[in-house]
């Protein structure tokens, strides 16, 4: 063979590397699709990590890369198919000389399919979509398994994942934590302190595993890390971002004279409670303008309304000194705006809203998980379970704590979603004081996620006990205060 011949032979069997569209619109296609990146990924045979990471910019080279153009390329053949079939027409077409009625549905983002699609949620028929994602649009219908499960498994084939498992173990679900706290005991010998220090050490991977497990049938990819603004990246290793939570720390300065009674009481179960909350689902988008919608959640950035009610109740900002503008969560913008209107007398006006990162989103996201973790928590507390009860506390606070930037969650990264869940837990804190000087008793200090101090029969508002809608009497002591 010539030189020639050989260039010729290298030249025949050379092609030119498959193109791939730019990283936002691989994700989009897949979105769009309501494909998971872990179906995706077992399409392709590698990990659903490989594919985040693909959709944040990194290519795949070789035999990979052209199957995964390959999906790409079909995957926006269906899409533009889809897109060109016209929706089957649901009301008369409006009279010409008729006034058109509030155009609601764009507005909320709220779209009626012609074709039920499976929830994002929880994978069962779904007739609505909201912002891009089939969902139900009331709770009450998230809660059925999804048609036709998968058949069992034969001797030696490989068993699905938990998400795409039969719903019949969504039954067994809470048996995890269970057999959890038997192989601790039985590692242990029965050594109830070694026990329950192993269990919160495992907190973590449990509780993902069991956030896995119990959404069984869902078609969102909750395990991901989506690309976010810079204002939610810590500025230094030990800093913060510029999100703020409203955390309130507040302490009536002027309470009425006399000496009186006070009842120091926690909130149980905060950050169980403050889960269901609204999160965004997909990857955050930008926007400018005072306008909220209220199919979509994330951060804020706004101008907060004067607060003239310190004396007497804690601003629902919290303890912000700085003046102006101030990035702000979905539940403390909510509860700003509901302060705003007549229910609530006027108590301030409303927030003026510069910048929003926002998507569509839902409160729907933990609730299976929630309610688990709830069930197995008072199950512990009727049966003196002590060793089940710390570790189901740990697995729903160091859940919260760590899907921000921690090394020691590394498959949940998203600190939008742990900023939201938090200030959802000062909001709940907060109305349950206001709720309290609504009723004729003095607010005495608000702290935190679950710190209430309060004067006066709290017993006609609250109810004592260990459960997640009850509360616990830390303290009760006296406060004197001089005639003016």
């Avoid at 260039?7 to 990283?23: H, K, N, S, V």
């Avoid at 973590?204 to 497990?213: C, H, K």
């Avoid at 005072?290 to 994330?298: L, M, T, Y």
């Avoid at 101008?303 to 101030?326: A, I, K, Q």
């Amino acid at each position: 063979m010539t030189d020639f011949d050989a260039i010729d032979a290298l030249l025949a069997g050379a092609r030119r590397q498959a193109d791939l569209p730019p990283a936002e619109q691989r994700r989009t296609l897949r979105q769009t699709l309501n494909l998971s990146r872990t179906q995706v990924a077992q399409a392709l045979d590698v990990s659903p990590s490989t594919i985040a990471g693909w959709e944040q910019g990194r290519d795949p080279s070789g035999e990979t890369r052209e199957k995964y153009a390959y999906f790409l390329a079909n995957a926006q053949k269906r899409l533009h198919t889809q897109t060109e079939t016209p929706p089957h027409p649901t009301t008369e077409p409006p009279n010409e000389h008729s006034t058109p009625a509030p155009d609601t549905t764009t507005a909320d983002h709220d779209e009626t399919l012609p074709t039920p699609q499976p929830c994002v949620l929880c994978g069962a028929p779904a007739t609505h979509q909201v912002e891009g994602y089939p969902q139900h649009l009331h709770p009450a219908d998230c809660t059925h398994p999804a048609p036709h499960p998968p058949a069992a498994p034969s001797p030696g084939q490989q068993q699905a994942p938990a998400h795409r498992r039969s719903p019949q173990n969504r039954d067994r679900t809470p048996e995890l934590i269970a057999r959890a706290v038997h192989q601790a005991f039985d590692t242990h010998g029965g050594d109830l302190k070694a026990a329950t220090a192993e269990l919160q050490r495992r907190a973590i991977p449990d509780a993902m595993a069991l956030l896995d497990t119990c959404r069984t049938g869902a078609r969102y990819d909750i395990v991901g890390h989506p690309p976010l603004p810079d204002i939610l990246h810590k500025k230094s290793a030990h800093g913060a971002d510029e999100v703020w939570e409203a955390r309130p720390h507040w302490t009536r300065l002027e309470p009425p004279p006399g000496t009186r009674e006070v009842t120091a009481l926690d909130i149980n179960g905060a950050y169980l409670s403050a889960l269901k909350t609204h999160l965004p689902l997909g990857a955050l988008e930008y926007s400018t303008g005072n306008v909220h919608s209220r199919r979509r959640a994330g951060i804020h950035l706004i101008t907060p309304p004067e607060w003239d009610h310190h004396p007497y109740l804690p601003n629902p900002l919290g303890n912000r000194e700085e003046p102006g503008p101030v990035w702000v969560t979905e539940p403390t913008l909510r509860l700003l705006q509901r302060l705003a209107t007549e229910q609530y007398g006027h108590l301030c006006d409303p927030p003026v809203i510069h910048e929003s990162w926002t998507s569509g989103a839902t409160e729907q996201l933990f609730e299976k998980f929630r309610q688990i973790l709830r069930d197995a928590r008072e199950k512990a507390i009727t049966e003196e379970d002590e060793v089940t009860l710390e570790y189901v506390k740990s697995m729903y606070s160091k859940f919260v704590s760590t899907m921000g930037e921690s090394n020691y969650n590394r498959a949940l990264y998203r600190p939008d979603w742990m900023h939201i869940i938090r200030s959802q837990a000062f909001v709940n804190l907060w109305l349950k004081a206001h709720k309290a000087h609504t009723a004729g008793l003095t607010v005495m200090r608000v702290m935190g996620t679950d710190e209430l101090h309060i004067a006066g029969q709290w017993q006609q508002i609250f109810t004592e006990g260990r459960g997640v809608s009850q509360v616990k009497v830390k303290d009760i002591y006296a406060h004197q205060t001089g005639q003016r």
